[in-house]
Every structure is written in C-alpha cells, then in structure tokens.
C-alpha cells in the first residue's frame, strides 16, 4: 500500500474585478433604499433646517420674495417663549406619568399572559392589542364620550357608588390624568407583545432552579425575569418616551389643548405655530428643539442602563 502527499492547493485569491463586481451588485440592491431615504427624509430634514434659519410665513409663502434668512432668532425667540416652556413642562409631565404607567401595566399583562395556566390567553392577547390598531381620531372620539360629565360611562359608575361627577377634560387637574388614561389603554398592548416575545425566550430550567432555592414568586421576578428583559425594557422605555413627547392627537381631539392650555403639548405647539399662525420658520425651529430633547433623553437612558449594567 503506498501513500500520496496530498497535493497542495493553491489558495482562492479574490481579484480586484471579483471585488469590483461584488461591490457593485451590492450598491445595486442598496441603491432604491438609500435614494428613497435620502428624497423622502435626509432631504426633508436639511430644508427643515433651514427653513428654521428665516422667518417664513404666510407673506413669504405668497412671495418668497418676503423670505428673510433671521439666524438662530427663531431659536431665540422660541426659548424667551412662556407658551413654549408651558408646552414643554405640559409633555413632560405627559412623559414622566406616561410612560411607567404603560410599561408597568403592559408588562403586568405580559406575565399574566405568559402563565400558560391563563385560559384564553390567545382571546385575551387580541383583546389587549386591539386598541392598538384601532384608528386613534375614533378612540379618542369615543373616550371623549366616556370621560363627559353628564353623559358619560364613567361619571355614571362614579354615581353608582355615590361619588361625584368629575369634569376630567374641564379642569386643568384632571385634564392630563383623563388623557393619560386613553393613552395608556391605547398603546400598552403593543408593548405587551414585546413583553411577551421575550419572556418566551427565558428557560424554564431558571424559574425551576430558583424556585429549588426557596424563591417565592416575587424572587423569581425580581431575580429572573427583570435581569432577562433589561435590554428589552431599556427598548421599550426609549419608544415610550419618544412617543409621550410627541404626543398631539389625543390632546387635539379630546380636550384641543385645554381647558387653560394644560394639555398644550410641544408638538400641538408647533402645529399652532405652523398651520394656526403660519409661522412656519418658528415651527420648524420647535422641532428640533424637540428632537434635541428626545436625544438628549435618550443618550441619558442609554447611560443609565450601561453604568446600571455595569454595577452588578
């Protein structure tokens, strides 16, 4: 029996037109993305930007012969602005509320939802998703309806058990709490299926072990299930406060930003100040204003979440 070398292969060297062929097939297939990106949101945003660097309004929208490049004026004026600043304490009060009201109560539902002792559970899941893909002009229609002092569902069962009637959209105090209260029913089902998809994910074999050491059901949640889903709540805190502070519809639906501007958000700020007064310049400066805010509230979440990960 005789034994072969075995032959030496010569190693695929990948030439320059191979490269060239490839780079170019994959910028074909990127292209239609990057040019739709670019028409419909970078593009957008630069002339945003600039339109927030001149006083353009309804003259200059007539003639752009009106059109005034002002600098950082609008900037300016905007943060000397007490409407401003009271749409702003207004949205993050919205946000501070807001948004651990809709994460605690969509991962409650979560937990619930995932014991696979719950009947119905996939009955239950349709049923708290659905106001999520409801249309959001009828919902807030409808809460208006509930939450009216003579007429609605919710003074009738306060008068049922002998309280009250409450004005909730007539009253500074109870404006924000009633529009919290719609807005928490609206989105906290699709927070849930977030919930849900990621505690699917956890081993059982966890929960098993700690409930060996003596765990309770407290334990196993506090020691499991949070320390699993961190990187998801982390997510799911920064949509829920992009979201709270971009709030517009609920409150121009239900209360129009009253009763005494309470519920002026900083996004129904600045349609007011682009479509009611036409002070397109200044409305476009309040928006990036308001996306410095979301950023800089996002930088400071991601912050906390890394020195928090970090600790342990």
């Not at 009271?86 to 651990?100: D, I, K, Q």
């Not at 505690?199 to 929960?207: E, F, K, M, N, S």
């Not at 129009?256 to 002026?264: D, E, H, L, M």
Request: hydrophobic share 55%; aromatic share 14%; net charge positive.
């Amino acid at each position: 029996m005789t034994l072969t070398a075995p032959v030496p292969t010569k190693p695929i060297r990948r030439t320059h037109a191979g490269r060239s062929r490839r780079e170019r097939a994959a910028w074909g297939f990127i292209a239609p993305a990057m040019i739709a990106i670019g028409l419909f949101f970078a593009l957008p945003v630069v002339g945003a930007l600039l339109l927030s660097l001149t006083d353009f309004d309804i003259y200059a929208l007539a003639d752009l012969g009106n059109l005034r490049f002002v600098g950082a004026q609008n900037y300016e004026r905007l943060l000397t602005n007490p409407l401003f600043w009271g749409a702003m304490r207004n949205t993050v009060w919205f946000s501070v509320l807001g948004v651990p009201l809709s994460i605690a109560a969509s991962l409650l539902a979560a937990v619930i939802l995932n014991d696979r002792m719950v009947k119905w559970r996939s009955i239950w899941r349709v049923m708290f998703f659905a106001p999520y893909v409801t249309t959001l002009v009828a919902t807030a229609v409808v809460w208006r309806y509930l939450l009216h002092t003579r007429y609605g569902v919710i003074n009738w069962a306060l008068d049922g058990v002998g309280l009250p009637a409450v004005d909730w959209l007539g009253q500074p105090s109870t404006s924000i709490p009633a529009i919290l209260m719609f807005v928490v029913w609206k989105i906290f089902g699709y927070n849930m299926l977030i919930f849900l998809a990621v505690l699917q994910t956890v081993p059982d074999d966890l929960y098993e072990a700690a409930k060996i050491d003596g765990a309770g059901p407290w334990g196993r949640f506090r020691h499991v299930t949070l320390p699993a889903i961190a990187p998801t709540m982390l997510l799911v805190s920064i949509i829920s406060v992009a979201g709270f502070f971009q709030l517009f519809a609920e409150p121009y639906v239900m209360t129009q930003g009253g009763p005494a501007q309470s519920t002026v958000t900083v996004l129904y700020f600045m349609y007011e100040e682009g479509f009611k007064w036409w002070n397109l310049g200044s409305a476009s400066a309040v928006a990036f204003v308001l996306f410095l805010c979301i950023l800089a509230v996002t930088l400071v979440q991601l912050a906390v979440a890394r020195r928090l990960e970090g600790g342990r």
